[in-house]
C-alpha cells in the first residue's frame, strides 16, 4: 500500500440472490457490484457518478461494511476490514463515517439532535465520557453551522438542509479519516445543496477528511472532487483525476453522460457534441455479455454502422470480451478506463 493511500477496494463484489416460489429458490442474483477496484488518499475527495441503479449506494455500504461483500477485499490502513471482528471492527469503524442520503428518513424522530449526534460516544465511550458529552455536542453542532442551544430539539423542528448538517455533524463525532457520503445533497433545494457543499468542504480543510462523494449530480460531483470513478452496472468504466474526467473523458458513456449536462450559456449549447443513447438500461439481474454498455453505446454502432438492408452489428470484441479497467493516453494525459475503443470525443 503507497504511504498516502488510506483505503483500497480489490475486486469488490456484491451480488444479491433473487428467490421466488414458496420454498424461495434462488433463480438468480442481482449483481448491484461486480469487480470494483480503487484507491482512495489521505485528505482526498473521491466522486463516485453514474445513472440510478448502478451501484453507487451499494459500493458506499460495502466500504463500511452495513453489507458484506459476496467477494473482494476492503483494507483500510493495511487491515482488511472483512476480517474483523467485535471489538477490533468497532475500532476499525472510529475512522470510517457515513452521512445518508435522505435527512428526513435518517434521523430518529423520536430523540433529540443532542441525543442523535452523542450517539456514537455510547458505543466508542473514551472518544468523550458522559460529563463532556453535552459541551462535546454543542461543539460539533457549532463545527457545523447549527444553533448549540438547540440541542433538545427534534430532527422535525428543522428545515432539510439543517437535518442534513445534523447528519454531518453525527459523521465526523468521532474524528474519522474516511467520510463517505451517499448522496447528501441529492434530497435539497440548489442553495442548500451549495452550503452542504461548502461546510463539507470546510470540513475537510479543517480535519483532514478522506470522501467518497456518491452523487449523480455531475456539477456538484467536479465542484467538491480531486478524482471521480464513473460507475455503470456495477463496474467501473473510467476513473482518473477531475480535469481528465470533465474535459478529456474517453468512455463512451462518461461522454455521453456529460453532453447531457445543461448548458447555461445559450451561445455555448450548439457548440457541444450533443450524444443519445437508445434503449433501457438492461437488469443488473442479467446483464449483456462483453461490455456491459455495448448494448447502447454510441461509439460501437459507429464503429459497425447498419449495412443496405438495415441489418447491423457491433464489434465482437464489445460484445465477448468484457473490457478491463486500463490507463489509456489521450494526448493531454493519462487516466483509466474500461473501453477497447476508448477514445477522446472529437467535436
Known sequence: MSADVILEARDLVKHYPIKTGIIRRTTGHVRAVDGVSFDLHAGETLGVVGESGCGKS???????????????SVTFEGVDMYTQRGAAMRRLRRDIQIVFQDPYTSLNPRKTVGDIVGEPFDIH???APKGSRRRKVQELLDLVGLNPEHINRYPHQFSGGQRQRIGVARGIALSPKVLICDEPVSALDVSVQAQVVNLLEQLQKDLGLAYIFIAHDLAVVRHISDRVAVMYLGKIVELGDETQIYDHPIHPYT??????????????KGKRVQIRLTGDVP???????GCRFHTRCWLAQTLCPLAADGSGSIPPQCSQEIPELVTHDDGAGSHEAACHFARTLEA
Do not use: F
Open 58 to 72: 451499494t459500493l458506499g455500504r460495502l466500504l463500511m461494511r452495513l453489507e458484506e461483500p459476496t467477494s473482494g
Open 283 to 289: 437488469s443488473p439481474a442479467n446483464p449483456p455479455s
Open 255 to 268: 461522454q455521453a453522460l456529460l453532453s447531457a449536462v445543461p448548458v447555461p450559456d445559450p451561445s455555448e
Open 125 to 127: 465511550p473514551s472518544v
